[in-house]
C-alpha cells in the first residue's frame, strides 16, 4: 500500500539531501524502512543508529508503521545548548 | 505562556525572570548560554542554530515540566535562539525559582543537562581558516548522564 509522506531534513542530512523536504510516494511498510529508501536515494553518511524519527511532531519509533499523509523528520545527534 | 520556546532573534531576559518570580519563591536560579570563541581547540568565528521547532517547543516544554516535578521548584522557563549568533550573545536562557535554593539550582541544571541531550536543536560553527560544520556529537556512553 503506498503512502505520500513528506520527509524533512535538518543539519548535516539537509547538506547531503540538497533540501529541506521532499513529498515521496513509499511504499515503505515503517519507518526505518522509509529511512533506508531516503538513504538510498541522497547517500547520508550516518545510519539509523545516531539518528531518532519523529512523525507528525512527535517522536516515533523506527517500527512504526508510514502514516499517509504525514510529516516525517529524520533527526541527527543534537547540539543545542 | 510556554515554559519552552524557540526565538529567531535576540530575547530580553527581564521579562523572564519576572515571570518566575513568586510570592513562595524565596530562591531564584538562572542559567545563560553564550557563544564561546573556542571549541575543541578550535578558534570559532560565529555560530548558526537551527531547530526543528514544532518539537523543540513540545520537548522543551516537557523537559521543564519534568524539572520541576523532579525538583519541587515552583516555575521555570527556557529559551533557546535560533539564527546566526556572534562572539558573547546570549544562545540560551534557563531560570528556575522554588522555596529554597536546593530546588532552584536542580531544576536549572537538569533542564539545560536535557535540553542540549534530547531538544531537537543543531550549532552551525564557523572556524578561522574558513572550514565550518554541524555538530553532531556522539551519544554519551550508557549509564554516564544521571
Known amino acids: 500500500?503506498?503512502?505520500?509522506?513528506?520527509?524533512?531534513?535538518?543539519?548535516?542530512?539537509?547538506?547531503?539531501?540538497?533540501?529541506?523536504?521532499?513529498?515521496?510516494?513509499?511504499?515503505a511498510a515503517d519507518l526505518g524502512a522509509l529511512f533506508d529508501e531516503?538513504?538510498?536515494?541522497?547517500?547520508?553518511?550516518?545510519?539509523?543508529e545516531r539518528l531518532r524519527v519523529a512523525m507528525d511532531g512527535e517522536f516515533a519509533r523506527w517500527a512504526d508503521a508510514v502514516r499517509d499523509g504525514a510529516e516525517v523528520a529524520f533527526i541527527p545527534p543534537v547540539s543545542g545548548g | 505562556m510556554s515554559r519552552f520556546r524557540i526565538s529567531d532573534r535576540p530575547f530580553e531576559i527581564a521579562p523572564l525572570r519576572q515571570r518566575l518570580l513568586h510570592a513562595r519563591a524565596g530562591a531564584f536560579a538562572s542559567f545563560e548560554g553564550w557563544v564561546r570563541d573556542h571549541n575543541d581547540g578550535?578558534?570559532?568565528?560565529?555560530?548558526?542554530?537551527?531547530?526543528?521547532v514544532g518539537l523543540a517547543e513540545a520537548e522543551g516544554a516537557r523537559i521543564v515540566e519534568e524539572a520541576l516535578r523532579r525538583?519541587?521548584?515552583?516555575?521555570?522557563c527556557c529559551v533557546h535562539r535560533t539564527g546566526?549568533?556572534?562572539?558573547?550573545?546570549?544562545?540560551?536562557?534557563?531560570?528556575a525559582s522554588a522555596a529554597h535554593r536546593d530546588a532552584a539550582?536542580?531544576?536549572?541544571?537538569?533542564?539545560?543537562?536535557?535540553?542540549?541531550?534530547?531538544?531537537?536543536?543543531?550549532?552551525?560553527e564557523r572556524y578561522a581558516g574558513g572550514d565550518?560544520?554541524?555538530?553532531?556529537?556522539?551519544?554519551?556512553p550508557p549509564g554516564s548522564a544521571d
Not at chain 2, 525538583?71 to 521555570?76: L, V
Request: hydrophobic share 45%; net charge positive.
Open chain 2, 84 to 95: 546566526e549568533l556572534a562572539i558573547g550573545e546570549l544562545a540560551v536562557w534557563v531560570g
Open chain 1, 1 to 27: 500500500m503506498m503512502a505520500r509522506v513528506t520527509l524533512l531534513y535538518f543539519a548535516s542530512l539537509r547538506d547531503a539531501a540538497g533540501t529541506r523536504s521532499e513529498t515521496v510516494e513509499t511504499g
Open chain 2, 105 to 124: 539550582f536542580d531544576a536549572c541544571r537538569w533542564i539545560i543537562d536535557e535540553v542540549k541531550a534530547r531538544v531537537p536543536i543543531w550549532k552551525h
Open chain 2, 132 to 140: 565550518a560544520g554541524w555538530l553532531h556529537p556522539p551519544a554519551p
Open chain 2, 71 to 76: 525538583s519541587g521548584a515552583i516555575e521555570a
Open chain 2, 42 to 52: 578550535r578558534p570559532v568565528l560565529g555560530l548558526y542554530y537551527e531547530a526543528y
Open chain 1, 38 to 48: 531516503a538513504c538510498r536515494r541522497h547517500g547520508f553518511g550516518m545510519g539509523r
